[in-house]
């Protein structure tokens, strides 16, 4: 049963992106969906004795309820299976297994839709995917979990639960309450870099399992990745600095997760982990590809200002042999320096975050990449000194990159120009802050607008009252701009329209969730106070 043609073309189609656009465009011309379905039929108790053939497979539990509300937890038939893997399975019985349980859920047709199957080995579960596509005979549009990475998996020490990931996707892990994860990573890729170097690599991001843990993700099989690892804590260790997040993955031109970003995850608080699967052979017709480039990035934090650039500085003094990805390090008063660059894009920085501290106003981020920054200022004398500051010939940063200048107080992402062009814009943001409307962002556009002016009614004088919509009418006309501007509230009811400094009103219309009405109530109210004020049609 489970040896079906669709598990071959499924298969087949994986080997190549080619093949899967040509049978997809073929099957849609000759067949179309929403056709009959042609799979042969089956019944759950049928699915139950296919599964217990499968040659990894320890037990079988079911069919019964499902227990997930993802699977119908409120349905009353029995669709649900859980399947226990041997864990001395090798690695072949082991894909067997997962290909052939693919095609059951997926090649056949049941009365009440397809079993729900969850595989278990140790403390690792993953469910079999179910593939919507197989109902219109289309090519298949979800990968299989890959059970093959299992034995090497199951290696890992104190791991309390893990979910297995797709092929080429992700699993899931968490570690023992308890674990160094500093020395965990560095045991896990100092192993597999001894034991698994002809296997390919496995990718794992390891984290504890309550929240606010460091967080690593290890390509553990590249000899590479184990020397990365040690050269990071001793780096990290030389500056006092705390690793929360690590990157070290060796970067094949063909893989998936090359430049994944993992910034959300350590955002987030989810206690999970990432694993990838990469298998040698799949690199054997390119001999560069060897002993591809490993790239170390990840996140530190100092505890003062002063300590954020020497940090980055000791990294590239440790790092000058290896390949070196983008590194964020934060100090506790919320200052974070995107680098490192090179020994002059540090001086740079280091210059700017003087140069700012000097005229008082606080630097929130930097990038000594790409140069652009950040400020927060306290009122519009401190805005107008930044950007004084940041257009001026001794401003050590590139004067066409991004700087943003944000109140302290204020809601949004603040107001960003080009360092050269702040001067154009100073008074038209430090009026509107003295106002009152400090929750403003301001930028240039190049589309629709010259000039898109964002306002949150969190702070400063309600634009929906008498004097509310004169402050910020004589705010905007008083500071004026070039060209024209998009204007537009961030809230609840989303008023938006384009205008000159001096102009009309026009294109005014409610934009709160995609569907444009004309304005009403204070929404007309502001746009006849805004045209009453015109100068010009």
């Known amino acids: 049963m489970p040896g079906t043609r669709r598990q071959a073309e499924r298969m087949q189609a994986r080997r190549s992106p080619a093949i899967v656009a040509s049978i997809a465009a073929l099957l849609l011309v000759a067949t179309g969906c929403g056709l009959a379905d042609d799979r042969p039929a089956s019944d759950y108790g049928t699915a139950a004795e296919a599964l217990r053939a499968l040659p990894a497979v320890a037990s079988v539990d079911g069919p019964h309820l499902p227990t997930d509300e993802a699977h119908g937890a ?235 650039v020497p940090a980055h500085r000791t990294l590239l003094e440790h790092f000058d042999d290896q390949t070196i990805g983008t590194f964020t390090v934060e100090a506790d008063s919320g200052l974070s320096i995107d680098g490192p660059g090179d020994s002059g894009d540090l001086d740079d920085v280091a210059d700017a975050l003087a140069a700012l501290a000097d005229a008082e106003v606080a630097t929130a981020s930097a990038d000594a990449v790409d140069d652009t920054l950040t400020a927060h200022a306290a009122d519009a004398d401190g805005l107008r000194a930044a950007a004084r500051l940041v257009s001026s010939p001794d401003w050590p940063l590139e004067s066409d990159a991004d700087v943003t200048v944000k109140h302290t107080s204020g809601a949004g992402t603040g107001s960003v120009f080009r360092a050269a062009d702040w001067p154009d814009h100073i008074e038209l943001v430090a009026g509107l802050w003295e106002a009152g409307f400090t929750s403003v962002d301001v930028e240039e556009i190049s589309h629709a607008a010259d000039l898109r002016i964002r306002l949150d009614r969190s702070t400063g004088p309600d634009p929906r009252t008498a004097d509310g919509r004169t402050a910020l009418v004589d705010a905007l006309r008083t500071g004026g701009w070039d060209g024209t501007a998009e204007i537009i509230f961030a809230d609840d009811d989303r008023l938006a329209f384009t205008s000159t400094a001096d102009g009309t009103a026009q294109e005014a219309a409610n934009r709160l969730a995609g569907a444009e009405r004309t304005p009403r109530g204070w929404e007309q109210e502001f746009i006849d106070a805004w045209d009453a004020t015109a100068t010009s049609g």
């Open 74 to 308: 409120d349905d009353t038939t029995a669709t649900a299976f859980t399947v226990a893997l041997d864990e001395e399975a090798d690695a072949a019985a082991l894909r067997s297994t997962g290909d052939d349980a693919f095609a059951l859920v997926n090649d056949h047709r049941y009365p009440d839709g397809p079993p729900h199957v969850t595989i278990s080995s140790g403390p690792f579960t993953g469910e079999v995917p179910v593939d919507t596509s197989t109902s219109c005979n289309c090519v298949p549009e979800s990968e299989n979990i890959d059970l093959s990475l299992l034995p090497r998996l199951l290696t890992l020490p104190d791991v309390s639960a893990g979910s297995l990931g797709e092929i080429g996707g992700t699993t899931q892990i968490e570690l023992d309450d308890g674990t160094d994860v500093h020395a965990w990573a560095q045991e896990a890729a100092d192993t597999a870099a001894e034991t698994a170097e002809d296997s390919g690599v496995v990718q794992v991001e390891a984290a504890p399992a309550d929240d606010g843990g460091p967080r690593y993700r290890l390509d553990l099989g590249a000899v590479a990745v184990s020397e990365a690892a040690r050269t990071l804590h001793r780096a990290a260790a030389d500056t006092g600095t705390e690793v929360v997040r690590a990157e070290i993955t060796v970067e094949h031109p063909d893989s998936k997760h090359p430049d994944a970003d993992v910034s959300d995850s350590v955002d987030s608080g989810d206690a999970a982990s990432e694993t990838t699967g990469t298998t040698a052979d799949e690199n054997d017709s390119d001999p560069a590809a060897e002993h591809p480039p490993v790239v170390t990035e990840g996140t530190l934090t100092v505890a003062e200002d002063a300590d954020a």
